[in-house]
């Protein structure tokens, strides 16, 4: 990894934090959607559109966390271009 400006360490440092704090708020939504689909699925008589309901709801989750930390990754990337060659 190349030595870090203080610029990039700063600007590294918030964007870590923001996708901290991002992953968090997504997190504790999966946690409670996961305990809500779990009563769902317990409930008599079964109800499939609410526990399919909730399911989506977590793949969304889901897929909106892995798209958060992509999307870290390509900033991260953007504040260290590949060296020219000369």
């Known amino acids: 990894m190349p030595q870090l400006t203080g610029e990039q360490q700063t600007q590294l440092e918030q964007l870590l934090k923001k996708e901290r704090?991002?992953?968090?708020?997504?997190?504790?939504?999966?946690?409670?959607?996961?305990?809500?689909?779990?009563?769902?699925?317990d409930r008599e008589?079964?109800?499939?559109?609410?526990?399919?309901a909730l399911a989506k709801l977590q793949s969304e989750l889901q897929t909106e966390l892995l798209l958060s930390h992509l999307r870290?990754?390509?900033?991260?990337?953007s504040l260290f271009p590949p060296p020219r060659n000369q």
Do not use: W
């Open 21 to 41: 704090d991002h992953a968090a708020g997504i997190l504790q939504k999966m946690e409670e959607n996961r305990h809500a689909l779990r009563q769902a699925a």
């Open 45 to 52: 008589p079964f109800d499939e559109a609410a526990v399919t």
């Open 72 to 77: 870290t990754q390509a900033r991260i990337r």
